[in-house]
Nanobody, 119 residues
């Protein structure tokens, strides 16, 4: 079983910064792509950023240049550094980790952490 524990959400003023963390524990294969998604009230969940085991990254256009995703493979942890935050970044942020076992990819989701950008 794989457990994901997220931390780092909170309330921040526009223009501020937050850093989210998501740590994976348990067994279940090797860790593949790690990423962050978000869901704002009344909207569908959307991709924010992903990072492969080799460090290749992908970002939603809305966060390019402001957010940075990184990972520490030894700690099985993925981070999301969020700078220049805007009110429209307000959402619940979920980490997603792909575990690969016997050639099959299993998706695991964190419980979500609230990010609120407001003055």
């Amino acid at each position: 079983q794989v457990q994901l524990v997220e931390s780092g959400g909170g309330l921040v003023q526009p223009g501020g910064s937050l850093r989210l963390s998501c740590s994976a524990s348990g067994s279940g294969g090797s860790i593949g792509v790690m990423g962050w998604h978000r869901q704002a009230p009344g909207k569908q969940r959307e991709l924010v950023a992903t990072i492969t085991g080799g460090g290749s990254t992908n970002y939603a256009d809305s966060v390019k240049g402001r957010f940075t995703i990184s990972r520490d493979n030894t700690k099985k942890t993925v981070y999301l550094q969020m700078n220049s935050l805007k009110p429209e970044d307000t959402a619940i942020y979920y980490c997603k980790v792909d575990m690969v076992a016997y050639g099959i990819v299993y998706n695991h989701w964190g419980q979500g952490t609230q990010v609120t950008v407001s003055s």
